[in-house]
T-cell receptor, first 113, second 112 residues
């Protein structure tokens, strides 16, 4: 089955710096890759996603890139702010409708003022 | 618009007691429904999923069970709780033609 590895497990940056979180997946049939942000004590919330027919997607300060050949995808956050501090999870799945999301182990991002 | 509810929000239960957590979705029909557990400081573990009424699939053998008595209702149960059942229980849903899963607010369970 699918396996998703996520690095780093913790990431500390200064406000205004960029942050990059990387994930690799094992199943070449996976075609949907969402990223969730989970603030302390809250539910995971989708922040951006990418499908396998696209190499990059941006939404303001957040971008995701996908390399299907290498089977890895990354989350890029520019101009980080303290409110970006949270745990970020990547995931992978295949198909629409019923599909199992396989999650990475999470990255704790701390943005210091 | 669609919304997902979970209750209770928090629960403290003694070891050996029963459990019933409820999840309901509004604003959609025939959703796929999922139960996840998140141990403190850990990742998300898929416990059960359901593609329709009465249809339950289990991902991990354990002390828990799930039921889907109505289209938009998903229940997580246990007859006897263990200490290891403590955690943050999240319900999620997605539409039949959608890929994205959306999570409910969660139930924080502490077994003492």
């Amino acid at each position: 089955g699918e396996n998703v590895e996520q690095h780093p497990s913790t990431l500390s940056v200064q406000e205004g710096d960029s942050a990059v979180i990387k994930c690799t997946y094992s199943d070449s049939a996976s075609n949907y890759f969402p990223w969730y942000k989970q603030e302390l004590g809250k539910r995971p919330q989708l922040i951006i996603d990418i499908r396998s027919n696209v190499g990059e997607k941006k939404d303001q300060r957040i971008a995701v890139t996908l390399n299907k050949t290498a089977k890895h995808f990354s989350l890029h956050i520019t101009e980080t702010q303290p409110e970006d501090s949270a745990v970020y999870f990547c995931a992978a799945s295949k198909g629409t409708g019923f599909q199992k999301l396989v999650f990475g182990t999470g990255t704790r991002l701390l943005v210091s003022p | 618009s669609q919304t997902i509810h979970q209750w209770p929000a928090t629960l403290v239960q003694p070891v050996g007691s029963p459990l019933s957590l409820e999840c309901t979705v509004e604003g959609t029909s025939n959703p796929n429904l999922y139960w996840y557990r998140q141990a403190a400081g850990r990742g998300l573990q898929l416990l059960f999923y359901s593609v329709g009424i009465g249809q339950i699939s289990s991902e991990v053998p354990q002390n828990l069970s799930a039921s889907r008595p109505q289209d938009r209702q998903f229940i997580l149960s246990s007859k006897k709780l263990l200490l290891s059942d403590s955690g943050f229980y999240l319900c999620a849903w997605n539409g039949i033609s959608q890929e994205t899963q959306y999570f409910g607010p969660g139930t924080r369970l502490l077994v003492l």
